[in-house]
């Protein structure tokens, strides 16, 4: 949904995207309920829009938040990550202190790619563990 303003409550499975604030918001989407903003900028997150469907490179790690989720948004739909060690997200953040721009991230799993959006982290978890990879 492309917006100037940010809603005072965002709403799950939608993606805000602010060109004037060079922003895009969505609740995190494991259900949580915990905002994600993710700024658009060279050295931060890149938004890709077709005329269909949005996606965001890199992945999103909510590595401040309870639930640690990790995920990418490609073509709307979110392709789960694995859960990071506090060991990886530690090296992740200074690596990103270093280099003043996000952690690089690894591509999602081949077999995740076709999975079908849902944002409960639940569900997805059950459905990946199930598929046989390609």
């Given at each position: 949904m492309f917006i100037d303003h940010f809603p005072e409550k965002l709403t799950q499975d939608v993606v805000y995207i602010?060109?004037?604030?060079?922003?895009?918001?969505?609740?995190c989407c494991c259900g949580c309920g915990y905002e994600v903003v993710t700024p658009l900028a060279p050295r931060e997150w890149k938004l890709t829009l077709d005329g269909v469907s949005v996606s965001l490179h890199p992945s999103i790690g909510n590595w401040s938040f309870p639930c640690k989720s990790h995920y990418w948004i490609r073509n709307n739909t979110v392709i789960w990550a694995r859960q990071w060690t506090k060991e990886e997200i530690?090296?992740?953040?200074?690596?990103?202190?270093?280099t003043n721009q996000p952690a690089r991230r690894t591509k999602p799993p081949v077999s995740a790619q076709s999975a079908a959006a849902s944002?409960?982290?639940?569900?997805?978890?059950?459905?990946?563990?199930?598929?046989?990879?390609r």
């Open positions: 602010s060109f004037p604030h060079a922003l895009v918001a969505h609740l530690s090296a992740s953040r200074a690596a990103s202190r270093a944002c409960l982290a639940f569900r997805w978890w059950a459905a990946l563990r199930k598929r046989k990879p």
